[in-house]
């Protein structure tokens, strides 16, 4: 059985993947850690829930040894536009966070899953169908610490054998926890004013094309992944994962075929715009299907209809 530490924990993903692990591995197995303490009692009362600043090794190590740990779940970054607001910052905790991880999985021993971004691109990678290895040259401080953690984790896999493993996600969709700060919440924030007003505007405009999933593939694709036979994965840091692709009119119609008189429009953030169009319209992610098995189980017709029914029950 594997003891995991979900670093992150509390988060647009840590809240979902800790529950989501602790079902699979077991509650007193998987320990959540964040400096966010103001969480959820499902999350803090469903299994060991520990305050950890990605910066404190010291205090990672203990929690190693306390819980056992062979495996992290490193969650922690600042997104895509925070990270504009705080580029300095964001590199201390984005590539200081990861590097602190790094060293400890070294000495004692711990797999490590850090996910990775469509951000990691830049305005020179091929936007359609972006290959799995393919020019990197991003212009924001995240998606430069993202290629860099890339990078820096299939080093500790080639130098020390640090069992490394990733994905590129792409904007994820949820209804549990909002998101924190990124370039894709639109896409997320959308449902809620959906619902709330039956309008929304969106700060990218009509064409803006981008890569999307929807919260539980996102989660199978990190489980999976660590779960793979490590003999069939070529590559490691990082895979390519993606589930969709739409523009804000595109959704919008969807959402308009359950809401009909639901009403987009635009108000446009140009540092989001600069930020977006700097990245993928869609990712080919055929190598994580060939090396792992990824298949994702919602389109967008799929998706909208489940957060639209599960976001309206909360919001109630
Ligand atoms: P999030 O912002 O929702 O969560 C990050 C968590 O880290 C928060 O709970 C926060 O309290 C915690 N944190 C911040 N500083 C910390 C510190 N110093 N020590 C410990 N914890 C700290 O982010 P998320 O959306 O859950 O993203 C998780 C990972 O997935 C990140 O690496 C992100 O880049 C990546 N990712 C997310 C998306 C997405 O759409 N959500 C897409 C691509 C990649
Ligand atoms: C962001 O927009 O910053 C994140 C991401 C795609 O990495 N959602």
Redesign the pocket.
């Known amino acids: 059985m594997k003891n995991i530490l979900v670093?992150?924990a509390?988060?647009?993903?840590?809240s979902e993947l800790t529950g989501e692990l602790r079902k699979i591995y077991g509650s007193d197995h998987v320990v959540g850690g964040?400096?966010?303490l103001n969480v959820s009692c499902e999350l803090k009362e469903s299994g060991p829930y520990e305050y950890?600043?990605?910066?404190d090794g010291e205090k990672i190590v203990e929690v190693i040894k306390k819980y056992n740990i062979d495996t992290i779940y490193n969650?922690?970054?600042l997104?895509s536009a925070v990270g504009e607001q705080k580029p300095q910052f964001s590199w201390e905790?984005n590539i200081g966070?990861l590097m602190t991880v790094l060293e400890i999985a070294r000495e004692h021993k711990c797999a490590v899953f850090?996910?990775s971004?469509i951000g990691a691109f830049g305005p020179t990678t091929p936007p359609d169908h972006t290959p799995q290895d393919t020019i990197m040259r991003p212009t924001t401080i995240y998606g430069i610490s993202k290629a860099a953690g890339e990078l820096l984790s299939d080093y500790y896999y080639l130098k020390y054998g640090v069992d490394t493993r990733s994905v590129r996600?792409?904007?994820?969709i949820s209804y549990k926890?909002l998101?924190?700060?990124?370039t894709?919440d639109y896409a997320v924030e959308i449902f809620y004013e959906a619902i709330k007003t039956k309008k929304y505007k969106s700060p990218l405009p009509q064409g803006t094309f981008l890569d999307m999933m929807y919260m539980p593939d996102a989660i199978r694709a990190a489980i999976d992944l660590m779960e793979a036979d490590p003999a069939r994965l070529v590559h490691r840091n990082s895979f390519n994962v993606t589930a969709m692709s739409f523009d804000p009119e595109i959704l919008a119609g969807e959402i308009k075929k359950h809401i009909p008189d639901f009403v987009l429009g635009y108000e446009i953030n140009p540092v989001l715009v600069k930020i977006a169009n700097s990245w993928p319209n869609s990712m080919d992610d055929s190598c994580a299907r060939s090396e792992w098995g990824w298949k994702p189980q919602y389109d967008l017709s799929a998706m909208t209809a489940e957060m639209l029914e599960r976001l309206g029950e909360k919001l109630k």
């Open positions: 670093l992150g509390s988060g647009q993903i840590g964040d400096i966010n950890i600043d990605i910066r969650l922690v970054a997104l905790i966070g850090t996910p971004s996600y792409p904007g994820l926890t998101p924190g700060g990124g894709t």
